[in-house]
Each structure stands twice: as structure tokens, then as C-alpha cells.
């Protein structure tokens, strides 16, 4: 009684609710799909047991969503085989009965498990006949397959049984089998199909429809996720101008039940695109009825290729005939020569004429070019060697052109040469334009320079090489092989120029900047170009020269410069000898009213008047000085004597807040000056040093011999190479910055307040060091001091004092890694050019931070090479001091325009350290770089702890100690 209510309320429940209880309860491994998309819409609770799956998880989705290829397995073609299974289901309307196959499922944990499954795709009609649901049922065969033996029997297994389970186990390996050879099969026909842009179809004549596999899909841009289309909806695809002939030969076919239909026809794709298909099919009987079974490929690119290749043939022979270019074939077993029409009328031989050897083609060279176009053509025949080289023409209608002839060797599967062919080109216009534009920028020297707007190229000629030293091979193939070359500071100015006028409507252009050379000097250049323009205005084309005018401008500034002195030398000497004339009676006057006045007034004017008269003198003394008119009375002087002996004149100009030490030379050699006018430039050059230091510093005068090359002699025009004698005077005073330092020699120049200087000092000092054949040089920076260097020529000994350039020797470099830090953008590109010439590999910086970055993506750096007062929050003890705290192997060498003793006692470094002095030559720059990475690093004294400590970048402004004798204080360098 209680089972008949529980039934009565069961069948009481609405009837859906009922059947899907039953259809999930029921056995079996189902899944219920809607035809179009596949959609899941049920499934029964073994299926779900059997895939490790929820219901909610899957329903609603996608069977290839839930049930993916293994991205990670270059086997996995289960989606593919499934797809096309379901695509015949819905095409023919019958059931697909599936081989076994491999399809791993996705776990919940997202890893894949090998799985085999017998599968089974069954179409549920409804009453119009049309597929309303597919029911896909599948059985795991895994265990089976894996398994290949009978060893799942058990001895429990009854005999009845027993004999199932062999059976199905019997068929399972044989499925096994052939599911590998259908697998292989399969994957080679999807190779076909990969390879040759191919795709498979089925066609079924009594329902219209087709099923195509998933490489047509993408042959016909169609979405793999949409059904196949009708027979209807497949010729709507057809490009209208081949829809009638297609549908007439499918008509033929149909109707005349022929074996085979061909067609060859365009489609236009969802996006509009045209694309060219060709396929082929036939009639295949099944148990259903008669299918037509196809194939189809994608012939776009081969007829879009022959179109393009009929189109090239013509531009071909068009641009032979424009070009004067034809081309030439030899066979050479059987021999066989063959020329086209072109190269024939190249030859002056009527068209279709080819020679019948190559002894009578060769024989078409004038003489001297014979033996050169036989070897060539010998060396391509038994080497394969191919060829490309200019000769000249005789033709039997009297010309005698320029030709250019390439060959190239063509080889038999052993790599035998059995074809040698190549083109032929008439240059003799080029070669003519070519020879005259040479003749031309040989005959001006001019760098000339061919700018391609469309193409954005620049060409240059080879006076880039002659005039800048750089092989047209190094170049940036852009205008950045100009603009890279443009000193930093006219860069702006010079590409905002030369835009205007490309730009604008003007047609020529010209500007003056400083272009660098190789070596990473800049040179002073005048550029000019003309801009060729198109029929609407726009610039095509800009060609132009580039002139070195450096030695130019030198001259020009030389000439200034001599000049002026001229003009101050004729204005000196017009007036020199009347207004001494006039000061000799005024200082006599003078000096004997001083005498005979008693009056104290009237003495007072005659002791100014007298002093008056003297400062006069020092005037034009000083002015012939400068215009280098002054009497001079050279003899051999020993400079280290000299300054000695005026030491106490030097220590009582100077106050007693300024401390004095004198470094000399004790290997000094000796100078043929005129010793008094060297002490009046000492004492000037001192009295501007103790003006300088208003509230006290450190004076330090040094002597050295030094050695001016031919690379510093390049630079400084007056200079000879050779030996020198050095005198150098560095102060701790206010410095001075770059423009003051290039007029502090001019006459009448001064920083000084009015009435505290007249102008004259350096200018005299500047005038005096000239005459003697010397060199003069400048080193300041502002709050740091100044160093004025004076270099007299070196005299060999007392008897032999003309001076003579010393043998130049040849610096030593190397190929290790050198880091410069440098703030001065001229010498730093300078230093990395002469570093570079000299084999090391440099990197560049101009800063302290910078150079430590540096250090940290370079580790194979050896030596730290930097300047000592650097901007930046960082000196260059500062950066040395940190570099070696990080790197304790870096070797570190220090640059500064201070002498070593200078600045070792101004407290900027400490003793020991290796210190290369501004400005130096090549060969001391050199021989200090090796030197130094040659030194033992354990050796070096690089200071410690203590002198750390007492370090200081800025000296202080307390007054040092005083030494009040008179005799200097010497430290001899040893």
C-alpha cells in the first residue's frame, strides 16, 4: 500500500521533471547537443562519472569548451575528429558510429588524462525531419587498450563472461591496431591538407547539404563553429561574375550523373576579400544512398603569382629596353650560347643573333679586356666563382661602349657547374657622368653629399675619407651620418636651417658649424646645398657640398692677430723713441727738482711726476712686449738658477697670508732667453697670482722639461715639435672662466678694478714668450686657481744652443677598458678620439654619478681616467674614493690643467696618486695610461685612512704658515 502512493505521487510530478530524472538515471554515457553549436543542454550521471565533471559546469557550454585539445600535446586531434563526425551527423542525418579514440579529458585540477573512448553521434529528428538534437554517447575503452592482454580475467569471471570479455578484449587490440593506422593515415592526409592549402568535402545530392572538414572552413573564411552551407548558400559565396558557369557545370554534373565535377571559380569571404578556389569531386556510394566526396584548395596565391609574374616579364623587357640591360645563357654540355634581343643590340648584332661559342662572344671585347672576361668566365665554369666587372666593347658598327658583365655559376644535383649565366648592361652614359662628377669633386676637394628624401639615404664622396678621415663603409647609411657629426651646440640651429628651406619653398641653403672628425677633432665647415623639388613643390632631392674651412679661419685669426700686433708694433715704434725722448727730459727734471726743492709740497710733485715718468717707460716697454718689437738679449740660461736668484724679490711682492714654494727640475735642461725679460714675466705673472688671492692661499712656481709632438704642434699652429723647458705658475686664487681666459692676453684686457691694473702683464708676458720662440698656455677654472705654463725651446748645451726638434717617438697603447669621466665636452671627445687611435676601448661620461653607473653594467673595466674638479655634487677624488671602495682592483689616473706638485699641495689629492697634467701630448698621454695599468696594484699608494681624513677638495682660506727667508722652499722631483 505504501509502494502504490510513493508510485501515485511519482507519476503525479510534472512530466519533464519526470523524464529528465529518468534520463539521467538512465545507464549509459550521454550527452544531449544542439545541432548548431554543439551546446550541451543534458547529460546523465554516468557521463558526468566517467568525465570527472558537474553538471552545472558544463551544461550551457560548448562540448569543445568543456572538452579542449591538451594544448601541451602536438598529437592531440580529438576536437578535429569529433567536429567532423558531429558536421556528418547534421549533414546526413544519420547516425556516425566513431573508431576508437584517443581524446584526454581535463581533470578539475587542470592537468589532462589520457583517455580512449568508443564513441557513438545519433541524430534525433523532429517531425519536418530536420536534426532537432544529437544524442552523444560514448563507453571508456582505457582500461582495454591500455591493458592489450587478458589479464582483467579473473578466476571469479564465470565462463559465459569469460567469453564476452575475450571477445570484446580480441576486438579491442584489433580496433587498437587499426585506430593507429587510421591515426597515421589521418595524419598524413592533414599534412597534405597543411601543405597544399587543402580541404575536404561530402555532398549529399538527395538533402543538399554539405560537410566539409575544418580546413575548408578556413579556406572559405567561414566560422568553424557555423554549420556547413546548403548548395543554395555555397553559390551565393561565388563572385557574381562566375556564379552562372559555376552553376551550369553543377547542373551537368547532377543531371548527367557524371563520375567526376571539376570547377575553378572565385568566392568573396565575410571581410569582402576575393579569393581563387579549385576543387574536384566524385560520386561515392554508402549504405545511405550515393555522396559525392571532394576535395578543394586555395589557388589564390598561385594566380595572384602568375598575374604578378606576367606583369614582371613585361617590366622585364621594358626595362631592358630603357636601361640598355639584357641577359646571356650558357649551356655547356651540349655547348650552348644564348643571348637575349637586348644584349644582342648592346653588341650591335641584330636581335635573336646569339654567337655559337664563347670564343667568338669574347672575341666582341676590345684586346686589353680579353684575358680579363675569359678568366672570369674559366674561373665561374671550374670553380663556380661568379663575377662582376667593367670592360669596353667593340662593335661591328664601329662603337666602343662600356659594359658591365655579371655571371654566376648554375649546379647539378652533385654540384657539378653545368650552366653559366648572368646579365649585361650598357653603362657608357653612367661611366661618362661618373668620371666627370669625379674629375669635378677632385678638381674643388669638396665633401659632396646627396641627400634622397623618399628613400631618406645620404650618399657621400670620397673626400669624407680625405677631408674627415672617416671610410664611407663606417657611415649610418641616414642623414644621422651628418646630424650625429654636428657639434652639440650648432645642432639645433643648423637642422632648424636646413628644415626651413626643405620645409619652406627656398631652394638653396647654407650654414657654418663645427663638424667633428674621426680622430674627435672638430673642424670649422661651410655647407651649401640645393633642394630639388616635385610638380607640386614638395623636396624630392638635396645635394650640396661641405668645405673645411678650419686652417682657413686659423689663417684668417692669425692674420688678425698679426695685424693687430703690426699695428700697435707701428704705433709703439712711431711714438716709442719721442715719447722716450720727452720722459728722459722729464725724468731728469724730475729726478733734480726732487734734489734742489726743500719745500715738501713741491717735493711731493716732483717725486710724483718722477714716478709718473717711470711707470711710462714700463708702458711702452710693455707695449713693444706684446708687439714683440722689444730688444731682446737671448743667452743660455739655466731657469732653475734664475728663479732661485729672485726668490727674495718674488717673497716680498707676495703678502704673508700667501704661502711660496718652488718645485724645480733638478734634470731641467737649459734655454737660450734673455734671462732679465723672463724675471720682469715672472714678477707679472706673480702679481697677478697675489691678486687673485685676496684673502690668502699658496703660490707654487715648478719647472720641467716637456715634450711638445707633432699631434699637439697640429693644434697649436706656432708651435715646433720638440723639446721644452717649462715654467709653470699656479695659485689658488679666484680662477677665472672660459671667456675671460681667451682674452686675458689681449693689450689693455683686465678683471682689475680701474687704476689697479693696466692690461699690459700678461699681454707683455704673452709678447715676450712669442718673440723667444716659445708657447704660452692657460689653465683656469673659477674658485680653483689658474696655472700659466711658458714653454722656451730647449737648448743642447752652452756651446751648442740652436735649437732643434727631437726625434719623435712612437707612443705605446693597448686593449684594455678605459672609463673617462671628463665635464669639459671638447676634451673629453678629444681624450676618448686619442685613447680610441691608440687600440683601448673606451666608454665616456661627464659626470661622477655617470662614470659610477658606468662601472656597474661594465665590469671589465681596468682603468678610471678623470678629471679632478668635476660638476655635479662629485669631484674626481670623490668618484676615485667610491670607485675603488666597490672595485678595489680599478687603477685610477688623474687629469687636470694644476701641475702634479700644484695641486698635491693645494689639497685637492694626495701624495702617491698617478696625476697626468693639462694640457699634454699624445705621447704623454700614452706613456701615463700604460704606465699606469702596467703598475703592481699592491704597490700603489693611493692613500689611507688618515690622509683620507685630512683631505679637501676646496682649500680652506686660513692664512698657511709663512716661511719669511728668502731662500725658496725646494722639493726636487726624483
Given at each position: 500500500m505504501e509502494w502504490s502512493t510513493a508510485k501515485m505521487d511519482m507519476l503525479n510530478q510534472p512530466m519533464e521533471s519526470l523524464y529528465k530524472r529518468l534520463f539521467k538515471a538512465s545507464p549509459g554515457k550521454i550527452l544531449v547537443l544542439e545541432p548548431d553549436r554543439f551546446e550541451i543542454i543534458a547529460v546523465t550521471d554516468e557521463y558526468l562519472k566517467a568525465t570527472v565533471t558537474n553538471e552545472s559546469d558544463i551544461?550551457?557550454?560548448?562540448?569543445?569548451?568543456?572538452?579542449?585539445?591538451?594544448?601541451?600535446?602536438?598529437?592531440?586531434?580529438?576536437?578535429?575528429?569529433?567536429?567532423?563526425?558531429?558536421?556528418?551527423?547534421?549533414?546526413?542525418?544519420?547516425?556516425?558510429?566513431?573508431?576508437?579514440?584517443?581524446?584526454?579529458?581535463?581533470?578539475?585540477?587542470?592537468?589532462?588524462?589520457?583517455?580512449?573512448?568508443?564513441?557513438?553521434?545519433?541524430?534525433?529528428?523532429?517531425?519536418?525531419?530536420?536534426?532537432?538534437?544529437?544524442?552523444?554517447?560514448?563507453?571508456?575503452?582505457?582500461?582495454?587498450?591500455?591493458?592489450?592482454?587478458?589479464?582483467?580475467?579473473?578466476?571469479?569471471?564465470?565462463?559465459?563472461?569469460?567469453?564476452?570479455?575475450?571477445?570484446?578484449?580480441?576486438?579491442?587490440?584489433?580496433l587498437k591496431q587499426t585506430l593507429s593506422k587510421l591515426q597515421e593515415h589521418e595524419a598524413r592526409i592533414r599534412t597534405a591538407e597543411r601543405m597544399l592549402n587543402l580541404g575536404t568535402w561530402e555532398y549529399n545530392p538527395q538533402t543538399g547539404s554539405l560537410n566539409w572538414s575544418r580546413q575548408v572552413f578556413d579556406i572559405y573564411d567561414v566560422a568553424p563553429t557555423q554549420k556547413a552551407l546548403n548548395v543554395e548558400e555555397y553559390f551565393a559565396m561565388v563572385h557574381p561574375d562566375d556564379r552562372e558557369a559555376s552553376i551550369a557545370i553543377y547542373q551537368s554534373f547532377i543531371e548527367e550523373h557524371a563520375p567526376q565535377i571539376a570547377f575553378e571559380h572565385r568566392v568573396i569571404t565575410r571581410d569582402g576579400d576575393v579569393r581563387y578556389v579549385k576543387g574536384v569531386g566524385e560520386f561515392h556510394l554508402t549504405p545511405d544512398g550515393e555522396i559525392v566526396v571532394g576535395c578543394v584548395q586555395d589557388i589564390t596565391s598561385f594566380i595572384r603569382n602568375r598575374d604578378k609574374l606576367t606583369q614582371a616579364e613585361y617590366l622585364l623587357r621594358l626595362a631592358g629596353e630603357k636601361a640598355r640591360l639584357g641577359g646571356w645563357r650558357v649551356e655547356l654540355d651540349p655547348l650552348v650560347v644564348t643571348w637575349t634581343s637586348e644584349t644582342a643590340a648592346i653588341h650591335g648584332m641584330p636581335a635573336g643573333y646569339s654567337p655559337p661559342d664563347v670564343a667568338t662572344a669574347v672575341q666582341f671585347y676590345?684586346?686589353?679586356?680579353?684575358?680579363?672576361?675569359?678568366?672570369?668566365?674559366?674561373?665561374?665554369?671550374?670553380?663556380?666563382?661568379?663575377?662582376?666587372?667593367?670592360?669596353?666593347?667593340?662593335?661591328?658598327?664601329?662603337?666602343?661602349?662600356?659594359?658591365?658583365?655579371?655571371?654566376?655559376?648554375?649546379?647539378?644535383?652533385?654540384?657539378k657547374v653545368i650552366v653559366v649565366?648572368?646579365?649585361?648592361?650598357?653603362?657608357?652614359?653612367?661611366?661618362?657622368?661618373?668620371?666627370?662628377?669625379?674629375?669635378?669633386?677632385?678638381?674643388?676637394?669638396?665633401?659632396?653629399?646627396?641627400?634622397?628624401?623618399?628613400?631618406?639615404?645620404?650618399?657621400w664622396n670620397d673626400s669624407m675619407t680625405d677631408v674627415f678621415g672617416y671610410s664611407l663603409s663606417s657611415l649610418e647609411p641616414g642623414p644621422e651620418s651628418w646630424t650625429l657629426r654636428i657639434h652639440p651646440d650648432d645642432?639645433?640651429?643648423?637642422?632648424?636651417?636646413?628644415?626651413?628651406?626643405?620645409?619652406?619653398?627656398?631652394?638653396?641653403?647654407?650654414?657654418?658649424?663645427?663638424?667633428?672628425?674621426?680622430?674627435?677633432?672638430?673642424?670649422?665647415?661651410?655647407?651649401?646645398?640645393?633642394?630639388?623639388?616635385?610638380?607640386?613643390?614638395?623636396?624630392?632631392?638635396?645635394?650640396?657640398?661641405l668645405l673645411d674651412v678650419t686652417e682657413r679661419m686659423a689663417m684668417e685669426q692669425r692674420l688678425r692677430e698679426s695685424q693687430k700686433l703690426e699695428a700697435v708694433g707701428h704705433l709703439t715704434g712711431g711714438v716709442a723713441h719721442d715719447f722716450n725722448n720727452l720722459?728722459?727730459?722729464?725724468?731728469?727734471?724730475?729726478?733734480?727738482?726732487?734734489?734742489?726743492?726743500?719745500?715738501?709740497?713741491?717735493?711731493?710733485?716732483?717725486?710724483?711726476?718722477?714716478?709718473?715718468?717711470?711707470?711710462?717707460?714700463?708702458?711702452?716697454?710693455?707695449?713693444?712686449?706684446?708687439?714683440?718689437?722689444?730688444?731682446?738679449?737671448?743667452?743660455?740660461?739655466?731657469?732653475?738658477?734664475?728663479v732661485e736668484a729672485m726668490w727674495g724679490l718674488i717673497r716680498r711682492t707676495l703678502p704673508e697670508n700667501i704661502e711660496l714654494e718652488f718645485i724645480p727640475d733638478p734634470d731641467l735642461g737649459i734655454t737660450e732667453i734673455d734671462a732679465g725679460e723672463l724675471e720682469t714675466a715672472l714678477l707679472n705673472l706673480v702679481v697677478n697670482a697675489r691678486d687673485a688671492m685676496q684673502d690668502g692661499g699658496k703660490l707654487t712656481i715648478e719647472t720641467s722639461t716637456a715634450v711638445l709632438d707633432?699631434?699637439?704642434?697640429?693644434?697649436?699652429?706656432?708651435?715646433?715639435?720638440?723639446?721644452?723647458?717649462?715654467?709653470?705658475?699656479?695659485?689658488?686664487?679666484?680662477?677665472?672662466?672660459?671667456?675671460?681666459v681667451s682674452q686675458a692676453f689681449e693689450p689693455f684686457f683686465t678683471t682689475k678694478a680701474v687704476g689697479k691694473g693696466s692690461g699690459l702683464g700678461l699681454s707683455m708676458v704673452f709678447?715676450?714668450?712669442?718673440?723667444?720662440?716659445?708657447?704660452?698656455?692657460?689653465?683656469?677654472?673659477?674658485?680653483?686657481?689658474?696655472?700659466?705654463?711658458?714653454?722656451?725651446?730647449?737648448?743642447?748645451?752652452?756651446?751648442?744652443?740652436?735649437?732643434?726638434?727631437?726625434?719623435?717617438?712612437?707612443?705605446?697603447?693597448?686593449?684594455?677598458?678605459?672609463?673617462?669621466?671628463?665635464?669639459?665636452d671638447l676634451v673629453l671627445k678629444h681624450l676618448e678620439g686619442q685613447l680610441r687611435s691608440l687600440g683601448y676601448r673606451v666608454t665616456a661620461v661627464t659626470s661622477g654619478?655617470?662614470?659610477?653607473?658606468?662601472?656597474?653594467?661594465?665590469?671589465?673595466?681596468?682603468?678610471?681616467?678623470?678629471?679632478?674638479?668635476?660638476?655635479?655634487?662629485?669631484?674626481?677624488?670623490?668618484?676615485?674614493?667610491?670607485?675603488?671602495?666597490?672595485?678595489?682592483?680599478?687603477?685610477?689616473?688623474?687629469?687636470?690643467?694644476?701641475?702634479?706638485?700644484?695641486?698635491?699641495?693645494?689639497?685637492r689629492l694626495d701624495p702617491g696618486v698617478d696625476l697626468l697634467s693639462k694640457p699634454y701630448n699624445r705621447l704623454e698621454l700614452a706613456t701615463k695610461v700604460r704606465r699606469v695599468l702596467d703598475k703592481d696594484l699592491d704597490a700603489t699608494t693611493y692613500g689611507d685612512s688618515s690622509s683620507s681624513q685630512d683631505f679637501e677638495i676646496f682649500p680652506s682660506k686660513s692664512q698657511p704658515k709663512i716661511d719669511q727667508q728668502n731662500l725658496p722652499q725646494r722639493r726636487d722631483r726624483n
Open positions: 551544461v550551457g557550454k560548448t562540448l569543445f569548451e568543456v572538452f579542449p585539445d591538451d594544448p601541451d600535446d602536438p598529437k592531440a586531434d580529438g576536437v578535429n575528429s569529433l567536429f567532423a563526425s558531429l558536421q556528418r551527423v547534421v549533414s546526413l542525418k544519420a547516425a556516425d558510429v566513431m573508431t576508437i579514440q584517443r581524446y584526454p579529458i581535463r581533470l578539475p585540477s587542470g592537468a589532462f588524462e589520457e583517455r580512449f573512448w568508443s564513441l557513438v553521434n545519433s541524430p534525433v529528428l523532429d517531425e519536418f525531419g530536420m536534426v532537432e538534437f544529437i544524442m552523444h554517447k560514448v563507453e571508456d575503452v582505457t582500461a582495454i587498450v591500455h591493458e592489450n592482454s587478458f589479464s582483467i580475467l579473473t578466476e571469479s569471471t564465470d565462463s559465459k563472461s569469460r567469453i564476452a570479455l575475450q571477445d570484446i578484449i580480441l576486438q579491442a587490440n584489433e676590345v684586346p686589353e679586356f680579353r684575358e680579363l672576361i675569359m678568366g672570369a668566365f674559366e674561373r665561374c665554369v671550374q670553380q663556380g666563382e661568379a663575377f662582376d666587372v667593367i670592360c669596353q666593347l667593340q662593335t661591328p658598327d664601329g662603337r666602343r661602349p662600356w659594359i658591365r658583365a655579371i655571371g654566376e655559376a648554375e649546379r647539378d644535383t652533385q654540384g649565366q648572368g646579365a649585361f648592361q650598357d653603362i657608357s652614359t653612367l661611366r661618362e657622368a661618373q668620371e666627370r662628377f669625379q674629375l669635378i669633386s677632385k678638381a674643388t676637394n669638396d665633401v659632396i653629399w646627396d641627400w634622397n628624401f623618399a628613400t631618406n639615404q645620404v650618399w645642432r639645433e640651429r643648423v637642422l632648424q636651417s636646413i628644415h626651413q628651406v626643405i620645409d619652406g619653398e627656398d631652394n638653396y641653403w647654407q650654414s657654418d658649424y663645427r663638424f667633428i672628425r674621426s680622430d674627435g677633432q672638430y673642424a670649422n665647415v661651410i655647407d651649401r646645398g640645393f633642394v630639388t623639388r616635385d610638380g607640386q613643390g614638395k623636396a624630392t632631392r638635396m645635394v650640396g657640398s720722459l728722459t727730459i722729464i725724468l731728469g727734471n724730475a729726478e733734480m727738482l726732487s734734489e734742489l726743492v726743500t719745500d715738501p709740497n713741491l717735493q711731493s710733485m716732483a717725486e710724483m711726476t718722477l714716478s709718473a715718468s717711470k711707470r711710462g717707460a714700463e708702458l711702452t716697454r710693455h707695449l713693444l712686449a706684446f708687439a714683440r718689437r722689444q730688444p731682446l738679449d737671448p743667452k743660455v740660461t739655466d731657469v732653475n738658477q734664475l707633432r699631434d699637439y704642434a697640429d693644434r697649436h699652429s706656432e708651435v715646433i715639435p720638440g723639446e721644452y723647458v717649462m715654467i709653470c705658475v699656479s695659485d689658488t686664487g679666484i680662477g677665472m672662466d672660459e671667456d675671460t709678447g715676450f714668450t712669442k718673440q723667444s720662440g716659445g708657447h704660452i698656455k692657460i689653465y683656469s677654472e673659477p674658485g680653483e686657481g689658474t696655472s700659466v705654463k711658458l714653454y722656451f725651446p730647449r737648448a743642447g748645451s752652452a756651446q751648442q744652443i740652436n735649437y732643434q726638434p727631437v726625434k719623435e717617438l712612437f707612443p705605446e697603447g693597448g686593449t684594455e677598458h678605459i672609463l673617462i669621466a671628463e665635464d669639459d654619478p655617470d662614470a659610477l653607473k658606468a662601472l656597474s653594467v661594465h665590469s671589465d673595466v681596468k682603468l678610471l681616467l678623470t678629471d679632478i674638479i668635476m660638476p655635479g655634487g662629485m669631484n674626481g677624488r670623490e668618484l676615485a674614493d667610491q670607485s675603488r671602495a666597490i672595485y678595489p682592483k680599478l687603477k685610477v689616473l688623474f687629469t687636470s690643467g694644476y701641475t702634479e706638485n700644484a695641486i698635491i699641495h693645494h689639497g
